[in-house]
C-alpha cells in the first residue's frame, strides 16, 4: 500500500484520489506504525515552505529515516521542496536533508508565480517517467524552486526562461515540483510508474 502522508496541507486528498483513480492501493494516514509499513511514501502540500514543515512536526524525522532506510519516497510541490537542505521563503527553514540543494525564488524577471502547463524534458534513466515520451506537459503553480546541488540526483528540466528543475530521482527518493495529480493522463501515468517502483 502507498500512503500518502496526512499533515493537513494543501492537496492531500486529491493526491490519494489520483492513486486510487488509477487503480492503486492509496491510503491517507499520519500514524507512525503505517508509515513504517507502507510499501511507499508521498509527501505532497502546497502552502509556503516553512509552514508545511511545521505542521509536519514529529513526522519529518519518521519519513527522514524510512527513506534513508530505501522506501521510495514521492515528494509533489511543496513536498518535493521539502526534500532539499533548506528554503529562504518567509525567512530560513531547513528541509529534510534528502537531497542536497536550496529552494528559491523564481527570479522576478519572470512571471510569478509561474502557473499553467510547461514542457518538461524526460531523460530516459528517470524512472517515474518510463513509457511517458521524451517531452510532456505538466502543470506546475509555485513562486519557489529548488537549486539542485546533489551531483548524485537526476533531474528533469523545463524551459522558464532558465533551466528549472522540474522532477528530481536520487536513489529511491523522487519529487516533481509540478503536480501529476493535475496533469491529465500523463500526471496519472507517473503516479502509477512510483506505485509500480513501490511493488519491486
Given amino acids: 500500500m502507498i500512503v500518502i502522508i496526512d499533515y493537513n496541507v494543501g492537496n492531500v486528498r486529491s493526491v490519494c484520489n489520483a492513486f486510487r483513480y488509477t487503480g492503486c492501493e492509496a491510503k491517507l494516514s499520519c500514524e507512525p506504525e503505517t508509515i513504517e509499513n507502507a510499501a511507499g511514501l508521498v509527501l505532497p ?12 512536526g514529529s513526522l ?8 534513508l532506510n530505501g522506501k521510495p519516497l514521492l ?25 542536497s540543494g536550496s529552494v528559491v525564488p523564481v527570479p522576478a ?6 502557473m499553467g ?19 510532456k506537459h505538466f502543470y506546475f503553480a509555485h513562486s519557489f524552486y529548488a537549486d539542485v546541488a546533489d551531483s548524485r540526483a ?10 528549472l528543475p522540474a522532477s528530481v530521482q536520487k536513489a529511491n527518493i523522487y519529487g ?8 491529465g493522463k500523463t500526471g496519472l501515468k507517473v503516479l502509477k510508474n512510483f506505485a509500480e517502483i513501490c511493488k519491486k
Wanted: charged residues 20%; contains cysteine; hydrophobic residues 40%.
Fill in 109 to 114: 524577471e519572470q512571471t510569478v508565480p509561474h
Fill in 45 to 56: 502540500g502546497v502552502a509556503a515552505f516553512g509552514y508545511a514543515v511545521g505542521a509536519l
Fill in 60 to 67: 519529518a524525522e519518521l519519513i527522514k529515516k524510512v527513506a
Fill in 154 to 163: 537526476k533531474i528533469a528540466y523545463t524551459d522558464y526562461g532558465f533551466n
Fill in 75 to 99: 515528494g509533489i510541490c511543496v513536498g518535493y521542496q521539502m526534500l532539499f537542505d533548506r528554503s529562504c521563503e518567509h525567512g530560513r527553514h531547513n528541509g529534510l536533508g534528502l537531497i
Fill in 117 to 135: 502547463w510547461n514542457m518538461v524534458t524526460l531523460p530516459d534513466d528517470m524512472e517515474l517517467f518510463a513509457g511517458v515520451g521524451k517531452e
Fill in 176 to 183: 516533481t515540483q509540478f503536480h501529476p495529480e493535475k496533469s
